[in-house]
């Protein structure tokens, strides 16, 4: 598989790489080893409906943590819009998308920036093996940058939850929708599926954020 052997060959390619800490360097064997074992995912691409996705209305102010992040890791925040807009869901697409959520659901031991860091957020790639909801969907989507898929159509999004917090999910745009990888569930759901209230996400077209219509837009994103 060629995420695996990525990950084996190093998960962050430049600067970053030299921050990788024992304990990251751990997780990613038990991450690849994992992924070798794994069985046939419970989710199945049959079972996915085919349903609109989230509708975009206009600009939205960035999450400042997200702009830190992006001057620190370049390269996670280009955008190609000569890539797709959309990932086309094959079975063997769909498989990588289930594993990568999981093994990564798994690694990370979840933190927030103000126990881990004490400062109220920063996004970065889980080097340390430890981070709260926006750097496990940022490593998922390193990960799946990694395994072929277009960046363009990974967005990382914000909500608010279940609890009236902050909290960021990966959204994948896709021939069957918008689908959500969470943090706080494996199960990979419909964007409208998941409970929560959209307010933005990344925008396709610029390195800029765009509004999903939600009334509340949160400062931080500070679940675990």
Not at 110 to 125: E, I, K, N, S, Y
Not at 159 to 165: L, R, S, Y
Not at 198 to 214: H, M, N, T
Request: with cysteine; proline share 4%; charged share 25%.
């Amino acid at each position: 598989m060629r995420f695996a052997v990525s990950m084996m060959q190093g998960l962050v390619k430049g600067p970053a790489s030299r921050r990788l800490s024992r304990v990251r360097r751990a997780a990613l064997a038990a991450l690849a080893v994992a992924g070798l074992a794994a069985p046939a995912q419970a989710q199945t691409l049959a079972s996915l409906p085919t349903e609109a996705g989230a509708r975009v209305q206009g600009d939205a102010k960035p999450i400042a943590a997200w702009v830190t992040f992006c001057q620190t890791y370049a390269a996670e925040c280009a955008l190609d819009r000569g890539e797709p807009a959309r990932i086309s869901l094959t079975p063997a697409t769909w498989a990588t998308i289930v594993s990568v959520n999981r093994r990564v659901n798994k690694a990370i031991e979840p933190m927030t920036d103000q126990d881990h860091l004490h400062v109220a957020d920063r996004w970065d790639l889980a080097e340390d093996g430890i981070g709260d909801c926006e750097d496990f969907q940022l490593l998922k989507r390193h990960m799946l940058a990694e395994a072929g898929l277009p960046r363009r159509a990974m967005r990382m999004t914000v909500v608010i939850d279940e609890k009236g917090e902050g909290h960021a999910v990966l959204t994948l745009i896709t021939d069957r929708g918008d689908l959500v990888l969470d943090n706080k569930t494996s199960a990979i759901l419909p964007w409208h599926k998941t409970g929560y209230v959209f307010i933005k996400r990344e925008s396709q077209d610029a390195v800029a954020w765009v509004s999903l219509g939600g009334v509340t837009s949160p400062v931080t994103t500070a679940n675990r």
